[in-house]
């Protein structure tokens, strides 16, 4: 993303271990992207038992009041109430995909609690730049940590609408498939090695997860932003419908777009610069 919000979603170069560090630095570095990749991956796997309703239990989970139907009715205001619930655009689905979109706006149910810890832990990236234990960028590092907890605390978990929005089940299954690849190849490359397979994966990937991923956090905050007046204007501030953080979100939202473009013609720079013909198999 644009430098006011990083998308979480890019793929970066692997963070380089510095020279001279101690055995059990480089060991807890393994450790810990070992374990991310195992939490990301249980974390794909509860979602996609769920989405596939392969437990059964599904549907008992009951998706909470609200749902998606704030960002529906601000998209398409012609529209009465009803027709902007997610029953209506549920009913229009053909039969085969309507429980997989009832599924889509419960999995925050099942999957909530778990990705908010495993994002959450990702604050350690931040420490380990700061203790020189790895040589990523602190800036860069900083403000996706920070892309990712804003999505998840400052969003997600401030409006009970959201958890039941289907774009939060493709946020997070952009998430935790780009960081099963991302974590699985820094801890081979810690230890000496660097799989073809997880190399072109981690550059490849993104062509689909990224946009997924930074559409699905857009349109999530663009969902927390007031119906009442789905446009900001003066009479809207004096009415006291749009609070200055409703302000703060809605100009997130608009600097996502240009933010995407950028990031993601950068991201296809460094796929052709380490997947380019005549490159080795080496990344940065």
């Known amino acids: 993303m644009a430098k006011a919000k990083s998308p979480s979603s890019a793929p970066q170069p692997p963070p380089k271990a510095s020279k001279s560090k101690p055995t059990f630095v480089k060991y807890y570095l393994v450790a810990y992207n070992v374990l991310s990749a195992l939490g990301w991956g249980y974390i794909l796997l509860l979602l996609l038992v769920h989405v596939f309703n392969i437990d059964r239990r599904a549907a008992i989970l009951e998706a909470s009041s609200g749902s998606a139907s704030s960002t529906f009715s601000r998209f398409m205001p012609f529209l009465k109430s009803s027709r902007a619930s997610p ?16 599924r889509f706006t419960t999995s925050y149910l099942r999957i909530g609690t778990i990705t908010a810890f495993v994002q959450t832990c990702a604050i350690l990236e931040v420490a380990h730049v700061m203790l020189g234990w790895v040589r990523s960028p602190l800036v860069t590092t900083a403000m996706q940590v920070t892309s990712r907890l804003y999505a998840i605390w400052g969003v997600t978990e401030q409006f009970p609408e959201v958890c039941s929005n289907p774009l939060y089940t493709t946020m997070v299954f952009a998430w935790s498939v780009t960081e099963v690849i991302r974590y699985s190849f820094y801890a081979a490359n810690l230890l000496g090695h660097e799989p073809y397979p997880l190399l072109y994966l981690r550059y490849t990937a993104f062509y689909v997860l990224y946009p997924m991923g930074a559409s699905s956090e857009a349109f999530l905050n663009y969902a927390t932003l007031p119906s009442s007046s789905p446009i900001p204007s003066w009479s809207s501030w004096a009415k006291g419908m749009w609070k200055p953080t409703d302000y703060i979100r809605a100009i997130l939202f608009l600097i996502w777009w240009p933010g995407l473009y950028v990031m993601y013609t950068y991201m296809m720079a460094q796929r052709k610069k380490v997947l380019g013909p005549g490159k080795g198999a080496k990344a940065n």
């Open 87 to 102: 029953l209506y655009f549920e009913s229009k689905l053909p039969k085969f995909l309507q429980p997989f979109f009832r």
